[in-house]
């Protein structure tokens, strides 16, 4: 979401017949901020209210200056007092609705979104950002509603159409998406996450190469945007390009070594490339007979929210454990025939491991063992998909180091 910050003009004071001290200490506390000096803006916006603790003004400039420190549960409190000051604060209800999401808080923050709208029913930022708590609500034809009136009140705000592409995009309504993302590209052509999102809407709709230069306009905005690079590897896999997919992935890890997903990108490349898993062994060994594994199913509609190869998958029991057969060089596993790849009934099974599985919390899954896993090598394969050859599945790979 995004906050509009405003400092009050100094004719407020004048008006109040604010001390002459008080009013020095909150213009230093001003300049503090445009400064960017938080720390120093709060010490006097502080003492600007120690002169006056009715000075409503204040507290809203020092909660502002919160949110820049992301104190934003202080900040909350500091927007509280200016609105239990002044009940009319349009302003402060508004921002006390950002802290609150940026809390997680979405059902308060429209709840204060509401108010600053019924004071000041032109607000244009509140309706952006009122639809934008609703996407995260997943209340996705109310947040259309509400961007279509922030848009009316702001035809420039590049954020409203950007959080109205996001709105069409759950829907999966991928063109108008690409629609309102094009828009937001027009007012502000610097923002490398409208790329992204544009880049994902023309994936969906198989538009790869569209995709690609997407996610190269993206990264080339913000050379560490770690997302575009990975699925702009998943849009060269797609491609058949299948070393780009390793540099991008390469990339990635570079940037982020704890990537999860670019290392699982990264190694499906490779086997892609020999048709086989690469490597004699995983690079993951465990020593215990019995692990236990949990699966971490995405369940943010936020498409700028990280998503991985599996992310129509919604429980392990779409995935089957596999023992592979180990060459010189590299792994493989039996299969009945090409086509059988991405569902369990084309694979042997003699090479199939059972395994348990129970729900921890929404998404997360805890997979065990129903006996001890001889020593070998093994992969969990996504079997929910039909690709016409091996080389088109999706592994995640172990090793079992002293097994019986």
Known sequence: MILRISLIALLFLSLRGFAQQG??????GNSKYLEKDYQGAVEYYSKAIKLDPQFEVGYYNRGLTKIQLKDYQSAIVDFSKAIEIRPDYAEAYYSRGWSKGNLDNYKGAITDFDKAIEIDPEYADAYNNRGASKNQLKDFRGAISDLDSAIDYNPKSSSSYYNR????????????????YNKSIEINPDYAYVYYTRGRAKDNLK???????????????????????????????????????VECASRAIEIDPKNI??????????????SNISGKNSKMQIIDTNPVFYFYFETNTNPG???????????????????LDEKKDSREMVVG????????????????VSFDYEEVTEGIYKVTFKQPIEKGEYCFLYASSTPTRYSNNKVFDFGIQNGQ
């Open 305 to 323: 929210a990280d998503d991985w190869f599996f992310a129509t998958a919604t429980s392990p029991n779409e995935f089957c454990l596999v023992k």
């Open 23 to 28: 009013q020095a200490y909150f213009d230093i």
């Open 165 to 180: 592409g996001n709105s069409k995009y759950y829907l999966k309504d991928y063109q108008g998406a690409i629609e309102d």
């Open 337 to 352: 025939d090409a086509n059988a790849y991405g569902s369990s009934s084309g694979i042997s099974n003699k090479i199939k």
């Open 207 to 245: 538009n790869k190469q569209g995709a690609i230069a997407d996610y190269d306009k993206a990264i080339e905005i913000n050379p560490y945007f770690t997302d575009a690079y990975f699925d702009r590897g998943i849009a060269k896999n797609d491609t058949l390009d299948f070393k780009k997919t």
């Open 261 to 274: 997903k670019a290392y699982n990108s990264r190694g499906l490349a490779k086997d892609k490339l020999k």
